[in-house]
């Protein structure tokens, strides 16, 4: 029996108990279809999924990464980066189906936190809210250093003003998985409240996501 006949079993349980039973190696394994002369399907889709530390990085990486991955050509790093496209987009057409309420920190920082949680470089991202509390818009704003001077007031309510937002959430990550806020994240978040207040749109919370937790500057009394 060769190695690569394992790859059926992945698929036949998929035929007879759902595509949820997968698990994350056997959703990857089923990708794949192959393994290589010297490593079944099912060890290299594992290596894979340890390689990328399970969906999150996954959505960061690109072909060239997946390429670098020992048994993983072209043809299936391409598989692989069209099946995590597709379902951004399916999870993206659910979102603008039905709308979107966010009342509460908690219910923001699930939404934000498994994209957040374990990237390696800062990222500031926005949620944008209509008067009833609906998500209008979501995007990244600033990508860079540690630095929260580079994230300025202009830019997050240009973009609000933009999708006729009412109101705006904003969050960024501490790569180091301590959400504790610094001075500069203090006095980020008063420069956006005083020019959320000259532009009519109010900064509901600023809220830091470390690795498994989140700080919210609202609840904190930063303002």
Do not use: W
């Not at 979107?100 to 949620?127: G, K, S, Y």
């Not at 532009?199 to 809220?207: C, F």
């Amino acid at each position: 029996m060769s190695l690569n006949s394992h790859s059926e079993q992945p698929r036949e349980k998929l035929v007879f108990a759902g595509v949820a039973c997968l698990s994350l190696d056997e959703l990857v394994a089923v990708l794949l279809e192959t393994g290589s002369k010297t490593e079944s399907v099912e060890l290299l889709a594992k290596r894979f999924v340890m390689r990328f530390r399970g969906t999150t990085e996954m959505q960061q990486a690109n072909v060239s990464e997946f390429q670098k991955i020992k048994g993983i050509g072209p043809a299936k790093a391409c598989k692989l980066a069209a099946a995590i496209e597709l379902g951004k987009r399916v999870h993206k057409a659910q979102q603008e189906k039905e709308p979107l309420t966010i009342r509460t920190p908690e219910q923001a920082a699930a939404l934000v936190m498994p994209e957040l949680r374990f990237l390696h470089q800062e990222h500031f991202h926005c949620l944008f809210l209509n008067t009833k509390n609906h998500l209008l818009h979501r995007e990244t704003l600033f990508i860079g250093s540690l630095n929260m001077s580079i994230v300025h007031p202009r830019e997050v309510f240009r973009t609000a003003l933009k999708v006729s937002a009412a109101s705006v959430l904003c969050f960024h990550n501490h790569p180091s998985g301590d959400p504790t806020p610094s001075k500069a994240d203090i006095a980020a978040t008063t420069r956006l409240q005083e020019s959320g207040k000259i532009v009519g749109i109010e900064l509901l919370d600023h809220i830091i996501v470390g690795q498994d937790r989140y700080l919210s500057l609202k609840e904190q009394g930063y303002f």
